[in-house]
């Protein structure tokens, strides 16, 4: 089994509703993204999948999240824009992005700063 990782980066503000914490104020973090696929067989030049069609699939996604208030977004109107659920967002849209049968998304992690971060594991 191979597995590929791409990192990203975007900046974004967004609040969360939590009795009594900071995080109810309007604030905006630099989150890293990364982004895991795995597969079992290379192609014809001994790579899983070209690192440039993951890194402009995952592109896409953060022009999205890039520079934005998260909770105005549609998906975050319904979930809290959370890193658990940035990952969760992120790994759905790039799920639909995929397509090629041999390279398979495997997790996706939000760090919101250098020491915490949050990951969604495909099942």
């Not at 509703?17 to 109810?24: D, I, R």
């Not at 999948?49 to 896409?60: L, N, P, R, S």
């Not at 824009?81 to 940035?86: A, R």
Request: aromatic share 10%; hydrophobic share 40%.
């Amino acid at each position: 089994m191979y597995e590929l990782k791409v990192t990203t980066h975007f900046a974004a503000a967004h609040q969360l509703t939590m009795v009594g914490e900071k995080c109810e104020n309007l604030h905006g973090h630099n989150w890293k993204i990364e982004v895991y696929v795995t597969g079992e067989k290379l192609d014809q030049a001994g790579v899983l999948v070209d690192f440039g069609v993951i890194k402009k699939q995952v592109a896409e996604i953060m022009s999205t999240l890039d520079h934005r208030y998260l909770n105005d977004l549609e998906f975050f109107q319904y979930n809290p824009p959370s890193s658990e659920n940035i990952a969760y967002f992120v790994a759905q849209q790039l799920q639909k992005k995929i397509d090629n049968s041999a390279v398979h998304l495997s997790r996706v992690s939000a760090w919101e700063s250098d020491n915490a971060c949050a990951t969604y594991i495909v099942e």
